[in-house]
């Protein structure tokens, strides 16, 4: 599993990072941007599995950045404290999650196997 972090706030980038990597996946998997337009040309590149992105960042928002790369088959988690519910139903359906500041490694946990979940069953069943 590809994932890419995106965040202006350093701190918040090693917390996601220390918290996958207890989660058993490996420091190579895992990319991090404090720069939102600096991290989309890697993206397109790479087309990473699942992006962690921070909603509230200078210069372009995490639900601007989903607009631009919806076209993508990765899945997104916006990042937030506050409350992402009205951007999650309208960018990328079905492949944009919330996690909600504070999170725990459970909370990580959770979503990252629903989204395996999700790709398997995509996978076996292209129509869903």
């Known amino acids: 599993m590809r994932i890419f972090l995106i965040d202006d706030e ?18 190579d998997a895992i990319v991090r941007f404090q720069e939102p337009l600096e991290a989309i040309p890697h ?30 088959p990765s899945h997104f988690v916006l990042v937030t404290g506050g409350d992402a519910s009205q951007w999650i139903e309208t960018q990328a359906p079905g492949r944009t999650r919330q996690l909600q500041k504070p999170f725990s490694v459970n909370d990580l ?20």
């Open 43 to 72: 993206v397109l590149a790479i087309v990473p599995d699942v992006l962690f992105i921070d909603l509230e960042m200078p210069r372009l928002n995490g639900v601007d950045l989903i607009l631009m790369l919806s076209h993508l």
């Open 109 to 128: 946990k959770n979503i990252l196997q629903s989204i395996a979940i999700q790709s398997n069953t995509t996978a076996k069943n292209p129509n869903l």
């Open 10 to 27: 350093w701190n918040s980038l090693d917390l996601l990072d220390r918290m996958l990597q207890s989660l058993g996946i490996e420091p």
